[in-house]
Structures are given as C-alpha cells and as structure tokens.
C-alpha cells in the first residue's frame, strides 16, 4: 500500500502542472503511464470487490466508491492534493453522459409507456415543487441566502436511478413503480442541470416565466434531437450488417454519445438527448443485443466508479464538521416534506394508490448528479460554492445509508413486494444477411413461463423453427414434443418478414405460459 501510494503521489505531483495549467507541463513518460495503469487497475479491482459487499448489505455501491476517493485523498491513506472542481465537472459530466447511455437502454418502453404522463410530470412538476420547498427549508431553517438556498434546492432534487434499483433490485414490484422510477430518473436531470446552471450564473433571472420558456425550449431540442439520433441509428444498424460482431456495441454507444453532443451544441438538453436515444436503440430489436447490453453496462460500472472516486477526492473531509448539520436539516425538509410533497402533486391527476405514493417518495435516492451538480457553482465562482458542495455531498451520504437499507423493508411493509412478474427472455439476434433470415438465441431464465412448455407449443408463425437445445451443456435436434426447461438455451432460425412476430410468440410465451392465446398475450403487443 505505501509504494502505491508513494507511486500514485509522484504521478500526481508530475501531472498537477499539467492539470491546472501552472508552469511547464512535463511530458508522459511510459513510466508515469505505468503507474497510472497500476493505481487505476487497482482502484478498480477493489471497487469490483466491494460491489460484492454492498449489495450484502443492501447499501447502493456509490458509498464504497466514494469512500475509495475519500480514503486516496489529502485526508486518506493516499494524500492526494485534488481540488479541481473544474476537471471534477468535466469527468462527472461524461461519466453521466455513459450512465444515462446505459440507463436508456435498458428501458423497456413497454414497462414506461403506461406511466410516462406521470414520471413527465414528476420530473418537471414535481422537480419544481421540491426546488421551492427544500430551498425554503435551506433558506428558513438553515439561514442561507436565497441564491445559495436555491442552487442546493435545485442540486438535491434530481434522483439516481443506479441509486434505486441497485437496493430494489432484489425486491419485485408493480410494474407501475419501477417504471415511474426508472423514467422519472431518466427525465429530472435535464431540468435540473439548468436549473442549477441558471441559478449558478451572474446576475439574476428578471422574470420566472422567461426561465420557464427557456428550460421548455432545451428540453424540447434536446427531446427532438435524442428521438430523430435514435431513430435513424437504429434504422442503420438494422439495415447494415456489420462484419464483426464487436462492432455493434461501439457503434450504439457511439450513436448515444452524438445525441448527447448534437443536442447540447444546439442549446438543447444533452441529457435528455442521450437518454432519449438511448431508449429507442434499446428498444429497437439491434441484432447482437445482449452483448451491446452488457457492453454498455461495463461501461456504466467503469463510469460510476470513476466518478464517484474523483468526487471522493474533491472532498476534504476536516471540512465537513460545520456542514454536517445544515445538511441533516435540509435533507430532512427534502425527504420528509420536499419529496412527499412533489409525489403527491404530481401523481393526484393519476390516481395512484398511497402505498405506491409512499414508497415512491421514500424511494427518491440522490446519488452521482448531485455531487456532480454541486460542482457548477464551484467552477462559476459563486459566493459560498465550496460550502454548498459539502452540504450536498454530507446530505447524499448520509440519507442515503438511512434510506437504502431500509427500501426493501419498506416495500415489503407496504405489501408492494410480494408478487413478481415472470421472467423475461433474453434473446440475441444475429442477422443472417445473405440467407435474408436471422438466428436467434434465446436463453429461458429462472421464473419464466416457457418452462415445462413443448415446442409444438410454441406455436411459432411459418418461417420461423427451433433448430437447437442446449441443456446442461449437451445439445440436441428437439423434436415437436421435446419439453423446454429453466436454463435451456434455443436456437431459432427466422426468416426476415417473420423475424419479429417469433419473437414476440417467443415473449409471449414466457410471460403466459402454453395458454398464450389464450390470456390475451399472443405477442401482438409485446415488445423489448
């Protein structure tokens, strides 16, 4: 550990210059390169490690991430000087950009069509209402001026996704809360970012109705550019058979990161581009899905621990004895009133039971983007900045240990955890381009409805076979009566204008069983 640290110290001190623009920027030598390849592979072999204890515990991995930084830091074991808020901003806003990618497209737009009225009001509505009453509390209860009171009523009031469902994954729930979760998740970071961005700029805004204006025009580029990005890259690499299959995952993410880049240049909402997009190539039907899946999410887990870590180091933690309590008051106003408040508003037009009401303004977990928020002000010089950072980096720490462990409990106290939905399928596409057909390949998962089914069952349209099982490692040629079952993997060849009516049988199925039909789930409406 000491000659790590001693490794990591001296390649600090040699790129600081470089870092903050000071002096002579020295060169980098091959050997600063291998200390750097050493440090980082490390950082992330202990984060991997400690994802394995969080999710034990029930505690969102950003904690262990950030505790990484904080440890590496002037405070640490480390003793790393960092206190560039600058560089900080610029590497949480292309991690977030990753996050956003990987969230996007792992939405399912049949899991968010039904309740996207209601995260769309929650995210812009509801952000409102939590922005005014937090920065209330701030401002009342805790004496900040109202600039300082409403850049952290604005930092507080986007929620984190990987925050949320990495404690409620274990827990099944109504459709209806993990959708509004996911979507509304997905959608608040827009406003906000330029709500803190307006907040954070010299001058004041003359009139509310003009900043309103504003944030409705750069959401609706940023939605008409993510939307027309996602649409036409999907469409290309539908219709472009590529000659590697690598070559799939670097292109949708490439697709992603141009939506989020087109959209800002054009004083839209890159945030909302690159989420927006993200979606419809998630939902898309891509040929090599599952591995452009766990590509992107490679990336997320790369991003978050990145971040989290530089975030750790931007902190110095003997500052933070002052700010512990204005930042236990203000989250206390965030999420006993602030986040209730804004659930209630704009959930009422929807009629959505108290106990979703509930869990959902429990559920409301801030994670990266408002540390990543905080740092606006910082680099805007705004009077007071490094206290706000503090405030909201203690706030995310602490409501986040209190309420992390205890989601899953209160779900199960609220009896929204207790029935679970079937399994899904996962099914890669691999297109057959001079056969005009496709291979798919399907994995049947623990839970799903396809288990015990036979497959004449399947009751495939004409065009489309299964050509292959492989169980227990051994494969075979089925025959129509041959019994599918948990853990089998199938090989179905389509042809091309059959292509997406056998997967929406094949879905069907393992959502209602050999009685498709009949429940009313023959695919016709299922989808990714």
Known sequence: MGAVRRSLGSCVRELAPLRTGQGREPPLTVHHLNQLLLVCSVVLLVAVAAV??????????????????????????????????????????????????????????????????????????????????????????????????????AVVSSTDAAAVFSVLRRVPLPARVTGTLEAES??????????????????RVEHWYVLLGEITLELAIGAAIGLAVGWFGSWGLKHVALPASGLYPIAVMAIAVTAYAAGALAHGSGFLAVYLASMVLGNAKLPHWPATRGFAEGLGWIAQIGMFVVLGLLVTPHELGDDVWPALVIGLALTMVARPLSVVFSLAPFRVPWQEQTLMSWAGLRGA?????????????????????????????????????????????????????????????????????HLLSISVPEGSRMHGVEVSELRLPPGAAVTLVVREEESFVP??????????????????????????????????????????????????
């Open 186 to 203: 997905g959608f608040n970071d827009a406003p906000v970012v330029i709500l803190v961005i307006a907040f954070s700029t010299a001058g």
């Open 369 to 437: 983007v408002p540390i990543i928020l905080a740092t606006i002000p910082m680099v805007n010089g705004v009077p007071g900045s490094r206290r706000i950072f503090n405030i909201v980096f203690v706030l995310v720490v602490v409501y986040t240990l209190v309420q992390g462990p205890t989601l899953p409990w209160l779900a199960r106290t609220l009896r929204l955890g207790e029935h679970g939905e079937a399994a899904d399928l996962g099914i890669e596409s691999a297109p057959l381009e001079r056969l005009r057909g």
């Open 479 to 528: 025959l129509p009566s041959t019994v599918l079952r948990r853990g089998d993997e199938l090989l179905v060849v389509a042809t091309d204008p059959v292509r997406d009516a056998a997967e929406r049988r094949l879905r069907a199925v393992a959502h209602g069983g050999k009685l498709a039909g009949w429940l009313g789930t023959n695919g016709a409406g299922s989808s990714r």
């Open 52 to 153: 394995r204890i969080s999710s034990r515990s029930g505690l969102p991995s950003l904690l262990v991430y950030l505790a990484i930084g904080v440890l590496m830091g002037q405070d640490g074991i480390g003793e790393i000087h960092f206190n560039s808020a600058a560089v900080t901003q610029v590497m949480g806003y292309a991690a977030l950009v990753v996050i956003l990618a990987e969230g996007g497209l792992g939405t399912k737009w049949k899991a968010i069509r039904p309740v996207l009225a209601s995260a769309s009001v929650l995210a812009t509505a509801g952000v409102a209402v939590s922005v005014g009453v937090t920065a209330a509390g701030a401002h009342y209860l805790v004496g900040l001026e109202w600039r300082q009171a409403l850049i952290i009523g």
